[in-house]
């Protein structure tokens, strides 16, 4: 597949074009944030599932992480082969840089750069170490300055290793699976909820603004109680989706159908736990998980 124009730009809110040290920021307010809410296990008041319960790990369970994975690659590149993208890498017009790897780490946002650094830590002879320099110097930009030529081949030729990947793999999960998982489950939130506040993660980033993934949380906090307060688990997601979906037009994305015809799908249908079969659609595109 040509897979110029199929990865979809995101707006990355939480991970901003400024000194990269702000995504740390962003991480540990958000954890701080987390615990100001209330919403750890002990404050809640009850059950409030409106629809059939959640069991298992979760998310976090091995089955439902893949299933994740292949969700959110579906509105990422038009594709559920996940790990076919882990040695993807291009410029897709969106302010960021390259755009690489599984979860669309950017040399523009920090992340890229944080993933290199702590991949050379463990690897200093990696094909990626001579471009650290050239990272650090275009990171907060769109520049490719010192990454051309080379830094694309060196990127695919490094992620047919089991290292890299498995290095890609722990980022996506420190700084967005993780992140998000916990704060769902302090909200009392169950598969569903959890994939929600993953995917809104994955494409918003952990900002605190109105187009980060804690202010998106906080708005929708504000108009609903959360499972964790004594809510209802499908009112409190219909209010998240609802400031998601506000945070994404305002931004002047057109199409937002990874809400409208696929998350809000699986809550019309009650399928809090998110179990297959799933049928949903992104972009104007049908998939269908077994």
């Known amino acids: 597949m040509n897979r110029a124009g199929s990865r979809r730009p995101r707006s990355r809110a939480g991970r901003p074009l400024v000194l990269g040290s702000l995504l740390a920021v962003c991480l540990a307010v958000g954890a701080l944030l987390l615990l100001a809410s209330?919403?750890?296990?002990?404050?809640?008041?009850?059950?409030?599932?409106?629809?059939?319960?959640?069991?298992?790990?979760?998310?976090?369970?091995?089955?439902?992480?893949?299933?994740?994975?292949?969700?959110?690659?579906?509105?990422?590149?038009?594709?559920?082969?996940?790990?076919?993208?882990?040695?993807?890498?291009?410029?897709?017009?969106?302010?960021?840089?390259?755009?690489?790897?599984?979860?669309?780490?950017?040399?523009?946002?920090?992340?890229?750069?944080?993933?290199?650094?702590?991949?050379?830590?463990?690897?200093?002879?990696?094909?990626?170490?001579?471009?650290?320099?050239?990272?650090?110097?275009?990171?907060?930009?769109?520049?490719?300055?010192?990454?051309?030529?080379?830094?694309?081949?060196?990127?695919?030729?490094?992620?047919?290793?089991?290292?890299?990947?498995?290095?890609?793999?722990?980022?996506?999960?420190?700084i967005y699976f993780d992140p998000a998982v916990r704060a769902a489950r302090r909200d009392g939130l169950g598969t569903l909820g959890q994939f929600c506040y993953y995917d809104a993660m994955v494409m918003h980033g952990p900002g605190t603004g109105r187009a980060g993934f804690y202010g998106i949380r906080r708005a929708a906090l504000a108009r609903a109680d959360s499972v964790a307060e004594g809510g209802g688990e499908k009112a409190y997601l219909g209010a998240f989706l609802d400031v998601r979906r506000a945070a994404m037009r305002r931004e002047g994305r057109g199409d937002t159908s990874r809400v409208d015809t696929a998350q809000r799908v699986f809550l019309r249908e009650g399928n809090l736990d998110l179990d297959p079969p799933l049928r949903w659609k992104v972009y104007g595109e049908t998939y269908r998980i077994k």
């Open 38 to 174: 209330g919403g750890g296990a002990g404050g809640a008041k009850g059950p409030g599932r409106d629809a059939k319960g959640a069991g298992g790990g979760g998310l976090a369970a091995p089955a439902k992480k893949e299933l994740a994975q292949r969700l959110v690659s579906s509105a990422e590149n038009s594709s559920l082969d996940w790990r076919a993208q882990y040695g993807y890498i291009e410029d897709i017009g969106d302010g960021r840089g390259y755009t690489a790897g599984i979860i669309g780490f950017t040399t523009g946002t920090h992340d890229l750069l944080t993933l290199v650094e702590r991949y050379t830590r463990e690897r200093p002879d990696n094909g990626l170490a001579r471009f650290l320099p050239a990272l650090r110097g275009v990171d907060g930009s769109d520049s490719h300055e010192g990454l051309d030529p080379g830094f694309t081949g060196a990127w695919a030729r490094e992620a047919r290793g089991r290292a890299f990947r498995a290095a890609q793999d722990a980022e996506r999960d420190r």
